[in-house]
Structure formats: structure tokens, C-alpha cells
């Protein structure tokens, strides 16, 4: 391979190559090429100058070689060697005119110069350190004392190259800055990197032109949009990491559909930061699938002013902004819901109902195994996308599923399917012994009841409209909503708000995460009442519980009647009925300390005795139908005291011996024995 072959405007690999190997690099080649770009780029009689004018028509942006008596006069003056790469750029050219969109004129030989701080910039930088800056943070502030000014004519553009950040090539690093960016300086690891970066802001530049301005086509731009359109099939192949290698580096160039081809592999990888699906999200093709994760990422940052939603939707028109505000409200709701044609669709039907209860794993197979009859909207839409702002389907996706999807043939190409991504949900009851990320979850209730369906069990466990269940929500989406309308807080009531779904084969759940204070006086288990004509089992631990010492209950009951049962709390077991040898509480509360242990065995033997689970990820991660249960405390008896708090909003005419009061008055009363009328 010649060294021509390698420079910074040939093919290497089906995409412009980029060197790292500073010293073969053919600085002529690259500097002709971009001259010659530049001065294509230009409609006739737009150069500024005769400078300019006198460039274009050279084809040439540069100036003569300087001779390696000038390079080194200019070592000598500066004291330092220079680093190779900007030492062979100046053998030549002595210096370059348009680097980049902003600096103007790059300095020579003659006008490089240190820059001593002559622009205050240094005391700038120093001056809005914390006090606990950093080492890197001092030297970077310190930059503007001894870098090397490269910048002579620019857009309030700077560039310095460091001399104190130098490479094991002995290069050294070049940083630039302006104020109106509003960004840290950026650092490019050597001169070759800089002029690169510039030659890619060119053609970003131009990628755009304005009204009445000729579109801006190069050999780059031909080689660059060829790479676009087969790392298109790539993707949808399956090769998605090649893909998504070739797309960024168009997208440098600002090649169109780069961006926005590229942001659906990063979106379906858990990305979410700088995705807005340049180009493509705007055209009505593509607008159902990929507004969706737009609006629902706006609607996942409530600090955003919705006036910003339009922001990043470039080239809306009226009625696409009208439906991207009406889908933030669907989003915001809850009630967006993700629709695809064909049998790909029908599979997104069935994979929601089963997410909606609980179980994520097979709804994820559901999905990936109708993938390959998946059809794209058209030319620049690579994978599904709109289900991710489903709230039911949203929360399946993790970034190790978004590989499989990714890697999954679609769309009408052909390639190898991936192996299958591992289950989320272990298939058990341990993993609820497992401190989770924040160790919040040191108590928690569930009931377990066989042969019912999920959605019967608000019938078996509430009364009145606690029978009705609630959209699916996050569980913290549920108690703050179920706050927020609740108006009475009474100290001797427990109605536990769970979530419901299915718990494997021929059983169902209800589970409360963050349950009240247990109170072992006042307990009463609800699995005789929601046993009827079937069996359930009630299971409340807080073996690791930072309130009240630890506790474990476990009542078993079939037909409306309790069979046994057994409480463990303040050091001792309380047991009723014939309890089963793999359930025998004398075989697990031995070590009052080994708390997380006994809880796991526990949970095991649970788990063994009735073929049952619970779905990690579903109550974790995912969102489920809740209900408010009944109270799982008895009434108060006489002489036991209680208190009772409501909130009265608006003009509420207040009930016998309340406080009359406007919006947000509470009234409480301490009682004895019943209820306050």
C-alpha cells in the first residue's frame, strides 16, 4: 500500500480511512484534496478577497513549502522542537487558509508564536476553579500561558498546541476554544487530528446549503453516502456494530441520513443522549415509529418546557408539532400504545398482554422470534422502535436485548439470528433475599393464589372500587398517585397497594413492596378470605428490616379456611395447624443473625412447595395492573386508641366534629374502640 493509498481522502475498508500512524501519512494528498473540495464548494463570485479568489482558482488553499532552514529558525526562536506532525505539515505548506468553518488563517513558520496569556484567558479559566480543582484541571487553565498560538485570523476561534501535553510520538496535543460555544476547550491529540477535525467541519458546513445554494458533492461525499447506503443493509442484516462504525463517521461529515440512521442503533443500545434521529424523524414515513422515543425521552425530564419539544424536530411542520404535543400528553398519560402492520404487529398484541402481567421474558421472545417479518417503513428505518415509549412494552428493553434485536436479520435481508439473551427473572422467590440497588427493599408482602386469573384477584382481596384494577404503572408511578388521591390516613388501617400478575404456571400474585409496619398483635392474613374454592398462600418478611426487629410470616389456606400458618417475630414462633417438613419454621430460625440466609432458605422452600415465583424484572423494572387490598389489620377493640387524618380540599362541608377549613385542612381525632362516624 502506497502512502498516497492511506491519506485521510481513500477508501480503506469501504470508509475513509483514518490514520493513527502520524509519520506515513501523505500530507500533500489530503491538503490538494481539500483545497480542491473547498474550491468546488464555492458558487461563483462568493471568495472574499483576492486571497481568496486567487486560492479557488489554484485549486490550492496553502502556501508554498517552507524550507527546513526556516522550520528550524522557527525552533530555534520558540526554544522547543516541533511535533512531527504539524513539522511535515509545514514541509508543505507554510501555513493554511480555512481551517475548518472559523479560523481563517492558520499560522506558518513566521506567525506561530507562544501565547502568554495575551488574551486574559488564562486568569479566566483560573478564576472559575473550585477549590478542590484538580491537577488537570490547573494545568488546563494554565494552558493559555504557554501554549503555542496556531490561530492569526479566525471567528474568535483559538488554537493552541501544548507543549506540555505531549505523546510517546512526541506530539503534541492541540486545543481550541470560543467563547460563543459555550464548551471546555476541545482536545485533539496531535496537529494530523486537528486538520482532520477541520477538513470534517468543512464538509459539515457544506453539508447543509442554504436556500438557492447548489448541493455540495466531492468524491468524499459519493464515497461517504455509498458507505451510508450499505451500512443500511448492514444493519439490517444484523451487523449492526459495523454499521454503526461506518454511520458515525459519515455523520462527522455530516453526511444526511447518517445521524439519524445511526441514533436508532444507539436508541435500541439504552442510549438516549444526543438521539433525535436527525433527517428521518421528521418525514411522515418514519414520523409513527420514531417520534415516539422522542417525546417519551422529553416526557421522562418533566423540567423540560414543552415549548422545547420542537427543538429537535428541524423542519416540522405545524401538524407534525400538533401531533408530537398530543403524543407527549398520551406518553405523560400512560395511555400510548405502540401498533406495527402485519404479523410483526399481531406479536406486539400478544407480547403486551403478556407483559402486562408480569411475564418480560416470554413477551421478549415474543418479540425477537417475529422479528425477521418486521418491514421497515422505508429506505432509513432500521429496526422498530416506537414500542420503546409503551409503558407496557418500554421497560422490556435492556442494553444486552437491544444487541439481540440489533443482531437479529430483518426487514427482508438475510444473515445469521444470535443466540438468545438470558432470561431476566430467575424463576423463583430468592431473589426477593437479594439487596437491591438502594438495600430499600428490607420488607415486603405477597399472596399467592392458584387456578385464578390476575385480573380476579382485586375481587378476592378489596371491596367497592378498591375491585377495579388500575392501569399498569411503575410501582413508584403507583404510590405516588395512590397518595396523591388518597384523603384519609387512618393508624389502624393496612391496605396494602400491590401489583398483580402471573406467577408461574396455574398461579398468580399480588406483591407489595413497601408495605406498613407489621404489627403482629393486630395482623390478620387475608389467605383464608381469598382462598375460596381454590388455595392460597400469604408470605410477609422483614427479616432484614431496620424498624421493629425482625419478622416472617407464612399462612397457607384452601377453600376459605386457614390450614397453618406460622409468625416469627421478637425472637419466637407462633405456629398453628399441621405445617408441612419442608416449611417446618424449627428448621430455619436458629441464627438470628443470619437474617438474608434464613430469608433465602425460606423463600426456597416456599417457592419449592408450590411450584410458584414472582417476576423480577416486571416488579423491579416494569409495569404492572395494582389494587388497594383490604385492610390486613382487625379493627381496633375497646380501649385501644387510633387516629384517623382528612384532607378536605375546596368547600367540603366538614363532617360532625371537624374543623371547617379551605383547601388542604386536616382534621384528626383520637379515639377508642370503633371507628369515628
Not at 417 to 430: E, F, I, Q, S
Not at 445 to 457: C, D, H, I
Not at 631 to 637: G, L
Not at 652 to 670: K, L, N, V
Amino acid at each position: 500500500m502506497t502512502a498516497a493509498s492511506r491519506g485521510a481522502l481513500s477508501v480503506v475498508g469501504g470508509s475513509i480511512g483514518r490514520m493513527t500512524d502520524t509519520t506515513a501519512f501523505d500530507w500533500r494528498s489530503f491538503l490538494l484534496g481539500w483545497s480542491g473540495e473547498w474550491a468546488d464548494s464555492l458558487p461563483d463570485g462568493e471568495t472574499q478577497g483576492e486571497d481568496d479568489e486567487a486560492a479557488r482558482q489554484a485549486r490550492w488553499l496553502g502556501f508554498p513549502p517552507a524550507a527546513e532552514e526556516r522550520i528550524a529558525a522557527m525552533e530555534e526562536r520558540l526554544g522547543r522542537r516541533l511535533p512531527p506532525s504539524y513539522r511535515e505539515f509545514l514541509e508543505v505548506s507554510d501555513g493554511w487558509r480555512h481551517a475548518g468553518g472559523f479560523v481563517w488563517l492558520l499560522a506558518g513558520t513566521r506567525e506561530a508564536h507562544w501565547h502568554d496569556n495575551a488574551s486574559g484567558l488564562s486568569d479566566m479559566f483560573t478564576e472559575y476553579l473550585d477549590e478542590d480543582a484538580g491537577p488537570e484541571e490547573r494545568r488546563e487553565a494554565d494552558l493559555w500561558r504557554r501554549g503555542l498560538q496556531l490561530d492569526v485570523e479566525s471567528d474568535a476561534t483559538y488554537v493552541l498546541l501544548d507543549p506540555e501535553d505531549v505523546d510517546e510520538n512526541g506530539e503534541w496535543a492541540v486545543y481550541t476554544w470560543a467563547s460563543w460555544r459555550a464548551a471546555p476547550p476541545e482536545r485533539h491529540a496531535n496537529f494530523l487530528e486537528f486538520m482532520r477535525e477541520m477538513h470534517r467541519e468543512f464538509h459539515r458546513l457544506r453539508a447543509r446549503p442554504g436556500d438557492g445554494e447548489p448541493v455540495f458533492v466531492s468524491d468524499t461525499t459519493r464515497k461517504l453516502d455509498a458507505q451510508v447506503a450499505e451500512a443500511r443493509l448492514q444493519a439490517l442484516r444484523g451487523g449492526w456494530e459495523r454499521a454503526q462504525r461506518a454511520l458515525d463517521e459519515a455523520k462527522e461529515y455530516g453526511r444526511p441520513r447518517a445521524a439519524g440512521l445511526g441514533d436508532q442503533i444507539r436508541r435500541l443500545l439504552g442510549e438516549t443522549h444526543m438521539v433525535y434521529f436527525e433527517d428521518v424523524v421528521t418525514d411522515p414515513r418514519y414520523t409513527p415509529d420514531l417520534l415516539p422515543p422522542l417525546v417519551a425521552e422529553h416526557a421522562a425530564h418533566s423540567y423540560r418546557a414543552d415549548s422545547t419539544l420542537g427543538f429537535h424536530l428541524r423542519g416540522a411542520d405545524e401538524a407534525l408539532l400538533s401531533q408530537a404535543h398530543a403524543m407527549l400528553e398520551q406518553v405523560r398519560n400512560g395511555t400510548y400504545r405502540y401498533t406495527a402492520a402485519g404479523p410483526f404487529g399481531e406479536a406486539v398484541e400478544r407480547a403486551r398482554e403478556l407483559a402486562r402481567w408480569g411475564d418480560t421474558d416470554e413477551a421478549w421472545r415474543t418479540l425477537v422470534e417475529a422479528l425477521p417479518q418486521w418491514e421497515p417503513l422505508g429506505p432509513d428505518h432500521l429496526a422498530p422502535l416506537g414500542w420503546v415509549a409503551d409503558p407496557v412494552l418500554g421497560p422490556l428493553l435492556t442494553p444486552e436485548r437491544g444487541r439481540e434485536l440489533l443482531s437479529t436479520p430483518r426487514g427482508g435481508q438475510a444473515g445469521e439470528a444470535p443466540g438468545p439473551t438470558a432470561g431476566l427473572d430467575p424463576g423463583d422467590l430468592a431473589w426477593l433475599a437479594e439487596p437491591d440497588p438502594g438495600n430499600n427493599r428490607t420488607s415486603y408482602r405477597f399472596v399467592l393464589v392458584e387456578g385464578v386469573e390476575p385480573a380476579e384477584l382485586p375481587g378476592r382481596l378489596a371491596d367497592g372500587d378498591g375491585t377495579v384494577l388500575n392501569e399498569p404503572l411503575t410501582s413508584w408511578e403507583a404510590r405516588h398517585r395512590a397518595l396523591r388521591d388518597q384523603r384519609e390516613f387512618s393508624a389502624y388501617d393496612d391496605r396494602a397497594l400491590m401489583a398483580v400478575g402471573r406467577a408461574g404456571t396455574g398461579w398468580s400474585f399480588a406483591f407489595d413492596g413497601d408495605p406498613a409496619r407489621f404489627d403482629r398483635w393486630r395482623f390478620v392474613s387475608p389467605a383464608a378470605s381469598v382462598s375460596e374454592g381454590t388455595r392460597a398462600v400469604v408470605v410477609w418478611s422483614g427479616l432484614r428490616t431496620r424498624h421493629g426487629g425482625p419478622f416472617f410470616h407464612l399462612s397457607v389456606a384452601r377453600d376459605g379456611v386457614e390450614q397453618y400458618a406460622f409468625t416469627y417475630a421478637d425472637g419466637e414462633v407462633r405456629s398453628s395447624g399441621e405445617i408441612p417438613s419442608a416449611l417446618d419454621p424449627s428448621r430455619f430460625f436458629g441464627d438470628p443473625e443470619d437474617g438474608a440466609g434464613t430469608e433465602r432458605s425460606l423463600l426456597e422452600a416456599v417457592a419449592g412447595e408450590f411450584g410458584a415465583h414472582l417476576p423480577r424484572h416486571a416488579i423491579v423494572n416494569g409495569r404492572l395492573h395494582t389494587f388497594a387490598t383490604r385492610s390486613w389489620t382487625r379493627p381496633p377493640r375497646d380501649g385501644e386508641t387510633y387516629m384517623v387524618i382528612r384532607i378536605h380540599h375546596g368547600t367540603e362541608a366538614p363532617a360532625d366534629g371537624e374543623r371547617a377549613g379551605g383547601e388542604g385542612t386536616g382534621s384528626s381525632w383520637t379515639g377508642t374502640g370503633a371507628q369515628p362516624e
